[in-house]
Nanobody, 124 residues
Framework: QVQLVESGGGLVQAGGSLKLSCAAS????????MGWFRQTPGKEREFVAVIDWRGGMTSYADSVKGRFTITRDVAKNTVYLQMNSLKPEDTAVYYCAADDRNAGWVTTKDYDYWGQGTQVTVSS
């Protein structure tokens, strides 16, 4: 059973930085893609970033490109999301997701496994 546990969320001022972590267990992740999504109340969960576990290829939503960086530590089975130059509109619950079907990268339907989420709040 694949489990994903996020950590690192919190309250930060606009312009600040946070680093989220997603610890993965219960699977062999070499064939997985790992994604970060975020959701605010009343809105659909939206794609933020994704990384291919094996090759390290990445992709980002336009809204975070140049500010956020997704990386992975293969030895620790952990994916990170470094968030810089944070804006109030980045405030959301951030979710880690994983999938091995390689059906796609940027929609919630592309992922079978989800973490519980971690709150990120950016004050103005």
């Amino acid at each position: 059973q694949v489990q994903l546990v996020e950590s690192g969320g919190g309250l930060v001022q606009a312009g600040g930085s946070l680093k989220l972590s997603c610890a993965a267990s219960g699977g062999t992740f070499s064939n997985y893609v790992m994604g970060w999504f975020r959701q605010t109340p009343g809105k659909e969960r939206e794609f933020v970033a994704v990384i291919d576990w094996r090759g390290g290829m990445t992709s980002y939503a336009d809204s975070v490109k140049g500010r956020f960086t997704i990386t992975r530590d293969v030895a620790k089975n952990t994916v990170y999301l470094q968030m810089n130059s944070l804006k109030p509109e980045d405030t959301a619950v951030y979710y880690c997701a994983a999938d091995d079907r390689n059906a796609g990268w940027v929609t919630t339907k592309d992922y079978d496994y989800w973490g519980q989420g971690t709150q990120v709040t950016v004050s103005s």
